[in-house]
């Protein structure tokens, strides 16, 4: 897997019931449904999106039964993937979800109907 970082343009694309995507735009968006196919890293965006501000790794750790390096792996993935992005700080490193990330991927699944609402 490509270890550059994946940029989600604020236009990227329509909605799926709307219009096919491209070969470009898929290949920009399966990276980062991949990485949220796995439950750990479900969780640990989760935890980064529900926090008020940048989030300490070490304030994540304490949330699952796995390693250090196991908790960093999935960050990693999370950061490759474009969804996450962080900053070390001495000792720790910080994460936030990258602004606006989750608004567009939303975008590409919604289907215009109302929550709750049936065909």
């Not at 735009?25 to 501000?53: E, H, N, W």
């Not at 994540?60 to 992005?85: C, K, M, N, Q, Y």
Request: one cysteine or more.
């Amino acid at each position: 897997m490509s270890k550059q970082l994946v940029v989600l343009d604020a236009a990227c694309c329509a909605p799926l019931v709307r219009a096919p995507l491209t070969a470009d735009q898929a290949g920009t968006l399966a990276p980062m449904f991949k990485a949220l196919g796995d439950p750990v890293r479900l969780r640990l965006l989760s935890l980064i999106a529900a926090a008020p501000g940048e989030v300490c790794v070490c304030e994540l750790t304490g949330a699952f039964d796995l390693t250090g390096p196991t908790i960093s792996h999935h960050l990693r993935v999370l950061r490759e993937a474009g969804l996450v992005a962080c900053e070390r700080r001495g000792t720790w490193v910080y994460y936030w979800v990258v602004p606006g990330v989750l608004d567009r991927l939303g975008e590409v699944l919604h289907t215009g109907e109302r929550a709750g609402s049936r065909a």
